[in-house]
């Protein structure tokens, strides 16, 4: 990785030599190698490696932003020209910052050389894995889409202020799309997916079984009935439902934008006090964990909402800079964009119940194990169709449901919640409970 530090250095010398006041390079090379399943067959299944750099210059407060799609130092100085021609066009902007360096964590476990070395003959037997699994278990059971995915790097970052960093990382993921098919009734639609940071972490079998028992239970649906009641979402509906809007708010430049739900709220209960929503871009094993963000910042363990209460909102170094602030290291991107904001391992605390317990609980309501729908980040509202519920009454799941609908608002939907389960569920890089929601609009016919 030194190698990859040096041609950093060496154009940001370039992008002061040629006048910039402040110059920062990110660079990255990587390998993907990837298996695409569709219509119960192996689709495509490809390596592409990759490399690029990106510069980011400020001249006279000036931002100027320009990438290329390979690390070959004949096309530095034309990289350093463009920045700083897009800088001189540019607005003035007395908050535009490159990041000093701050103490760095140093993470174990990011690298699997098995994954680096692991050919793409093996990914298409995994594959295979993950498709017989499926539809072994019942042939009624139809795989729409799917795959697995190894994808495996380096990144470094070197900016004028004295900031130099560099990471290796790795990394498998698979997951599982479809239905099942029983003479000319179709089931709901089942997602299912698992990821890790190592080879021998990854669950195959144990995938593909969950994807199968769910689209398989989702058969004989009915409706249900029309009410208002409680919704109990499962970690994937409620990724898929309640925490787009909630990443949306607590985003600094949304709230800066005026664009956030939560604006002026921090130090406020904005949720149920069961609900304690931690960002952890350091956790052992997580998919998004990394020593340090797009800036070369330092990422951390912290919680945005602690028992109800929004406790900050997520920074970069430009949006901390508005106001006086230090960045949580939530800059996002990579060598092709200018840094964003993002959440890393996003955990919602456990509760203290079984999913079943909270079934249990519940007098009437709905099983969301899937949610097709729109949710509005600025407002909050959501309206969709369940895939894969079931009608609960009197504590129990009655029957799978179709021709069901939710609505209400996302923002009134965490400040109602009734329970948690203790279990936490992967999606993505969120880890996720079942959430028990009262107040939900529920409309079946």
Known sequence: MAELVNKLEELVRCALAKGADQAE???QRFEGREVWLENNRIKTAKSHPGEGIGLRVIKNKRLGFASDNNLDEANFEELCTKALALASANLTDRFQIIPEPRKLSALKGLYDPRLVELPLKEVIAMAKRLLKAAKDYDRRVTVDSGGVFVNTGEKAIYNSQGLAASEQGSSITAMIIGMAREADEVSAFDFQFDGSLRLTDIKIEPLARRFAQNVIRSLGAKPARSFTGTVLFSPHAAAETLLFPVTFAINANNVQKGMSKLAGKTGKRIASTKLTILDDGLLKDGIASSAFDREGQPHQTIKIVNKGKLTTYLYNSYTANREGRASTGHAAGDYSSLPGISTTNLILKPGDATKSELVGSIREGILLTRFSGNSNPISGDFSG???????????????????????????????????ISKKLTKVYSYLLPYLAVEGISITSG
């Open 25 to 27: 390079a990110f660079g």
């Open 385 to 419: 169709t369940v895939k894969g519920g079931f009608y609960i009454k009197n504590g129990k799941l009655s029957h799978p449901v179709t021709n069901t609908m939710i609505a209400g608002n996302v923002f009134d939907a965490i400040g109602n919640i009734s329970g």
